[in-house]
């Protein structure tokens, strides 16, 4: 919790004033939020890549598994990080909808609680799509396909990942015009943690050590499923080395092309 003592911290002896912050959200969450779209990110960037794809996969399964921290932190972590605050937060959003009915003019809507309502659907829908998304890409990495007819595990799977970064494009793009009409960096809660303001700090206790753990699983994790895989797959064959590939496959893929 900042203090707004005046310190003479120029040459010039001026006398510049810290304006006062809260802590508002945890490093583990910071380092969850981090870990979560770094991870997103470099598995669409390394998609549709025979050469990466062990690399997409392991990130694919890192998305997965901060899914599960987020999840455990978000039922039995402390009460800023609860994720039943999202779902009450979400909860407004029937009588929200109503009161537009209601108003008169445009004047009268609350538009800073749909704003609100906005950013928490589009994280809602995010945590909601991981599962879908991470197991359709395991059952295409694992060639259900073939076991349950057809190629629509890589479709699905495709059109997953697509429909998630719509809608991280629709986060992002909140953040930034909410930062602009509010005239303040909504990023921040997520950066620095602090957002500007008198009073106390909700979190009391940032755990940064839970942090720090968090960001060691996740980089053992993945150089353990990096190092784990047969010596072909590391040289990015492209093909899950566990699966059995029937032989004619190569020549249905070309009589496919
Ligand atoms: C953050 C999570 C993930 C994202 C955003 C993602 C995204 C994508 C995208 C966009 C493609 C299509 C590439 C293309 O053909 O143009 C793809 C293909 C693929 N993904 Fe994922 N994926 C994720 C997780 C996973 C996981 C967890 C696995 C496996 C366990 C996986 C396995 C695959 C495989 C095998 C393909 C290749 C399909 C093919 O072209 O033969 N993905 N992924
Ligand atoms: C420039 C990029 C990004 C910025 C500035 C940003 C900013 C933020 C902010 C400010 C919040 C807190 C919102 C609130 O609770 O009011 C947030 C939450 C969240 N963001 Fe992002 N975000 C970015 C990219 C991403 C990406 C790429 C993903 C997913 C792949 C993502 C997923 C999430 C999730 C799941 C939460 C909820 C976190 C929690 O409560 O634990 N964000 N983000």
Known sequence: MHTSEPIDSSTHGEVVTE???????DAPTRMFHALFAGSFIGAFVTADSEHWRLVHVTLGYLFAGLLGFRVLYG?????????????????SAPAWLRSL????SWRDIKWRQGQNLAVAAAILLMLLLVIPLTLSGYATWNEWGDVLGGDWPEELHEFLANAFLAIVLVHVALIAVLSVM????????????????????????NKAWLA?????????FSAWQMQSAPDGAAAGAGDNPEVQYDSDRFDRDRDDD
């Not at 304006?19 to 959200?25: A, D, K, S």
Request: hydrophobic share 45%; no cysteine; charged share 20%.
């Open 19 to 25: 304006r006062p912050t809260r802590l508002v959200t």
């Open 75 to 91: 039922l039995f972590g402390p009460r800023h990080a609860r994720l039943s605050l999202l779902v009450r937060r979400l909860a």
């Open 101 to 104: 009915k209601q108003t008169g």
């Open 182 to 205: 509010r005239h303040q960096n909504q990023a921040l809660p997520m950066l620095t943690g602090r957002v500007a303001g008198e009073g106390s700090s909700p979190v009391k206790d």
């Open 212 to 220: 720090v753990v968090l960001l060691l699983a996740a980089v053992g």
